[in-house]
């Protein structure tokens, strides 16, 4: 997508925000330049709220103003490297996601800033660098011990060694329905297991058992600085019942809500909207593909 038609659908996606959720917000900025993690060169910013409180007794849209800044440079970059890119649908959740920046900014809420925060540590994980093991309970609750980050859900069960050595299989609802796997050999201090087969709404879903422990077995690691036993593993599950009330991959998922995505990217063209006859050869794909951070 060219930066003239990236400018012009930014503005008008932004006209179709009802103006309620904008008071206090002086407009959008498109900048043409990516904006890249200051440690990290492939990791980009898609968009950023740049919000200012102005001195004053009371808190409101009168005495907060924002501006939201969107990075088409950012874009580009994971347009070129993902050929399954949406530029629209990215878009709009870039914008919608910064909106909500201002909004809690008003209401003083800090949970898109874990969100935020949960989104960082994933990135770390998947670098293999150090990151918390719990980040994903900073993600959007979506039932007891399931949570969501951005397209991922982690299920979390609480199991001693010796509750699993017992069982033969563990069990969970997800997506209306009951799901076992064979219960792993190992459960060090948290396992993550790679759920095949299952819809998370765009990306994966991991069943994550968590050891049991004692608060003071807790505080005594945690003064000690004792790192955690972290297991990884891959499993394909198998439905064994009916969970009505289980959560399932549109619940909590980013997008544009009831009005549904955008159509999605034409296949036909490259990165900058160019059918393949006009568009330049940008080489082959690397094999890890850069992560955006909205």
């Not at 900025?29 to 910013?45: G, I, L, Q």
């Not at 049991?212 to 600085?225: G, H, I, P, T, V």
């Not at 009505?244 to 490259?270: I, L, V």
Request: glycine share 10%; proline share 9%; with cysteine.
């Amino acid at each position: 997508m060219r930066f003239e038609e990236f400018e012009e659908a930014a503005h008008r996606m932004w006209g179709e925000i009802p103006p309620v959720y904008k008071e206090g917000i002086d407009g959008i900025v498109v900048k043409r330049e990516a904006e890249s993690h200051p440690d990290h060169d492939d990791y980009f910013t898609l968009g950023m709220c740049l919000t200012e409180p102005y001195p004053s007794g009371y808190m409101g849209p009168d005495t907060t103003r924002s501006f939201l800044a969107l990075y088409w440079g950012s874009f580009r970059e994971l347009a070129e490297r993902n050929p399954q890119f949406h530029w629209e649908e990215e878009l709009w959740e870039t914008i919608t996601h910064e909106l909500r920046h201002h909004l809690e900014f008003l209401a003083e809420d800090d949970a898109l800033e874990a969100l935020d925060y949960a989104l960082e540590q994933t990135y770390y994980r998947g670098q293999g660098e150090t990151f918390d093991p719990w980040y994903f309970q900073s993600g959007l609750p979506l039932a007891p011990g399931i949570y969501r980050v951005e397209y991922d859900v982690y299920i979390e069960q609480s199991w001693t060694p010796e509750e699993l050595s017992e069982a033969e299989a563990v069990e969970f609802g997800w997506d209306g329905g009951r799901w076992r796997i064979p219960a792993p050999e190992e459960l060090g201090d948290l396992h993550y297991i790679w759920l095949h087969g299952l819809d998370a709404g765009g990306g994966w879903v991991q069943l994550v058992l968590a050891r049991k422990q004692s608060f003071w077995e807790k505080a005594r690691r945690a003064l000690r600085k004792e790192p955690l036993d972290l297991l990884e593993s891959e499993a394909e599950p198998e439905r064994v019942g009916d969970d009505p009330d289980a959560p399932g991959p549109d619940d909590g998922r980013p997008g544009r809500g009831a009005g549904g995505p955008p159509p999605p990217f034409d296949d036909a063209t490259d990165a900058e909207g160019r059918p393949p006859e006009e568009a330049e050869s940008h080489g082959t794909l690397p094999d890890d593909e850069p992560d955006a951070f909205s």
